[in-house]
C-alpha cells in the first residue's frame, strides 16, 4: 500500500486550455474526495465520490470543472477553460465508508498564466 | 462565511516549549474535529482526533481540549521540536465520512 497517488504533481499551463488530473485512492478505499488549496489557506472541498457515484459537488465547483470516477476506483479532475484563478493545489484523498479518517496525496499544484 | 476559525495565522515557539492553536466553529451539527499537519509540498496528515463527547484527547506529545458548550477546541503541543515547524489545520466534519471543513490554518515555527 503506497498511500494515495496525483499524477502530475505539478502543471503549468496557458489561460483557455484545458487540464485533467488523476487521483489513485487507497486500494481497498470506497471513498474518493477532491480539495481545492490556495496558497495560505485550508483546503476547501470540491467534490466526493463513493464507489462511482458523485454524491455531492461543492458551489466551487463551476461547470467548467468536470470529476469522474468510472470504475470506481481511480478519479479524474478536469477543468476546461482554464483561468489565472484555478491556479492552487489540486488534493485527493481517501478513506473508507464508516472510518473518519481521510488520507490525503501530495497535491497536484496547477500553475494557470 | 467561515465555518471553522483558527487562530493565530502564525507562531513561533522555543524548543522545549507548548505550542497552543485555537479553532472555533459555529455549526453544531459537527461531531468530527481533526487537526492536520501539513509540511512544504506535501498534502495533510491526520495528526490527531476528537468526538464532542469527551473534553480532552491526548496522544504523545499532542493533545485536544474541546469545550462543547463554547463551541471550540484546541491543540497543544508539549515539548515542542524544530520538526514540529509545519502548518496545523484545524477542521471539523458533520459525519463520520462527510466532507471536511477546514481553517485557515497556522504556520508553526520552533526555534532550534
Known amino acids: 500500500d503506497t498511500g494515495v497517488s496525483q499524477n502530475p504533481r505539478h502543471k503549468i499551463t496557458k489561460r483557455g486550455q484545458n487540464v485533467t488530473f488523476r487521483c489513485d485512492p487507497i486500494?481497498?478505499?470506497?471513498?474518493l474526495y477532491w480539495y481545492r488549496q490556495t496558497l495560505g489557506q485550508g483546503p476547501e472541498f470540491l467534490t466526493y465520490?463513493?464507489?462511482?457515484?458523485?454524491?455531492?459537488k461543492s458551489r466551487l465547483l463551476s461547470d467548467r470543472f468536470s470529476a469522474e470516477r468510472p470504475k470506481g476506483s481511480f478519479s479524474t479532475l478536469e477543468i476546461q477553460r482554464t483561468e489565472q484563478g484555478d491556479s492552487a493545489m489540486y488534493l485527493c484523498?481517501?478513506?473508507?465508508?464508516?472510518?473518519?479518517?481521510?488520507?490525503f496525496g501530495p497535491g497536484t499544484r496547477l500553475l494557470v498564466l | 462565511q467561515q465555518q471553522v476559525k483558527q487562530s493565530p495565522q502564525s507562531l513561533i515557539v522555543q524548543k522545549g516549549g507548548i505550542s497552543i492553536i485555537n479553532c472555533a466553529y459555529e455549526?453544531?451539527?459537527?461531531?468530527?474535529f481533526p487537526w492536520y499537519q501539513q509540511f512544504p509540498g506535501k498534502g495533510p496528515a491526520l495528526l490527531i482526533a476528537?468526538?464532542?463527547?469527551?473534553s480532552e484527547k491526548k496522544e504523545g506529545r499532542f493533545t485536544i481540549s474541546f469545550n462543547k458548550s463554547a463551541k471550540q477546541f484546541s491543540l497543544h503541543i508539549m515539548d515542542s521540536q524544530p520538526g514540529d515547524s509545519a502548518t496545523y489545520f484545524c477542521?471539523?466534519?458533520?459525519?463520520?465520512?462527510?466532507?471536511?471543513?477546514f481553517g485557515k490554518g497556522t504556520r508553526l515555527h520552533i526555534l532550534p
Open positions: 465520490f463513493q464507489n462511482e457515484a458523485q454524491l455531492e
Open positions: 455549526n453544531t451539527a459537527f461531531d468530527y
Open positions: 486500494s481497498e478505499h470506497n471513498r
Open positions: 484523498a481517501s478513506s473508507l465508508r464508516g472510518q473518519e479518517t481521510q488520507y
Open positions: 477542521a471539523a466534519a458533520g459525519n463520520r465520512d462527510d466532507k471536511i471543513i
Open positions: 476528537i468526538r464532542p463527547d469527551v
